[in-house]
């Protein structure tokens, strides 16, 4: 499976201002995403973002609220934008399995808390 | 609406037990099932999965039923471990590669 970093880890941001968070990925994938997991909630899907494309995002999600970019294969940045406490979640990318497209293999996670 | 129920929040076994974790689903049009353990501070780590045209899927000591008619899966673990203590999701695939989790199973592997 592929080696999915994500910095920062975790963050205490005012309320207000953005995060970016990055996903970096070993080796070349088409297919990256973006979810959310809030507190005591299961995992949301926020965009699709494949290389060379606009992101896709699922009802609810805006591009004006979570901006995304992608500019090459292995790697990508969400931003969550006019932050309010309501964003206190952990933002985790994934991408598609190799091999096994069934699958999607997650990254660590960026816990933000917003005050 | 929840397409994926999860109805059991949490789970006690006992160490060398059989743990049985079980989902519901709404939706006929998944393709594949899968399961998921999340540790604390760590990303979602796959374990097993299935698709829709079986009814069983063994690997180690986890193995995954489906009963379509029931829309029903379960993932039994056996014999239990304390590191298999987590958070389980089941979740499913829909269209291009959309994974819908449900809430979660917090297992507790008891010594």
């Known amino acids: 499976s592929a080696v999915i970093s994500q910095k920062p880890s975790r963050d205490i941001c005012q309320r207000g201002t953005s995060l970016t968070i990055q996903c970096q990925v070993d080796?070349?994938?088409?297919?990256m995403f973006w979810y959310r997991q809030q507190p005591g909630q299961s995992l949301t899907l926020i965009a699709t973002?494949?290389?060379?494309?606009?992101?896709?995002?699922e009802s609810g999600f805006v591009i004006d609220k979570f901006p995304i970019s992608r500019p090459n294969l292995t790697f990508s940045t969400l931003t969550v934008s006019n932050l309010s406490p309501e964003d206190s979640s952990i933002y985790l990318c994934?991408?598609?399995?190799?091999?096994?497209?069934?699958?999607?293999?997650f990254g660590p996670g960026t816990r933000l808390l917003v005050l | 609406d929840q397409q994926v129920k999860q109805n059991s929040p949490s789970l006690s076994v006992q160490e060398g037990r059989i743990s049985i974790l079980n989902c519901d689903y709404t939706?006929?049009?998944?393709?594949?099932f899968l399961w998921y353990k999340k540790y604390p501070a760590e990303g979602p780590t796959f374990l097993i999965s299935?698709?829709?045209?079986?009814d069983k899927n063994e690997d180690g000591r986890f193995t995954v039923f489906l009963n379509k008619s029931a829309k029903h899966l379960s993932l039994h673990i056996v014999p239990s471990q304390p590191g298999d203590s987590a958070v389980y999701f089941c979740?499913?695939?829909?269209?291009?590669?959309?994974?819908?989790f449900g809430q979660g199973t917090r297992l507790t592997i008891n010594p």
């Open positions: 994934s991408v598609e399995g190799q091999g096994l497209r069934e699958t999607q293999y």
């Open positions: 080796s070349q994938v088409t297919m």
């Open positions: 973002a494949n290389q060379g494309s606009e992101a896709t995002y």
């Open positions: 939706n006929s049009m998944f393709d594949y």
């Open positions: 299935i698709s829709s045209i079986k």
């Open positions: 979740a499913f695939i829909q269209g291009a590669q959309k994974l819908v």
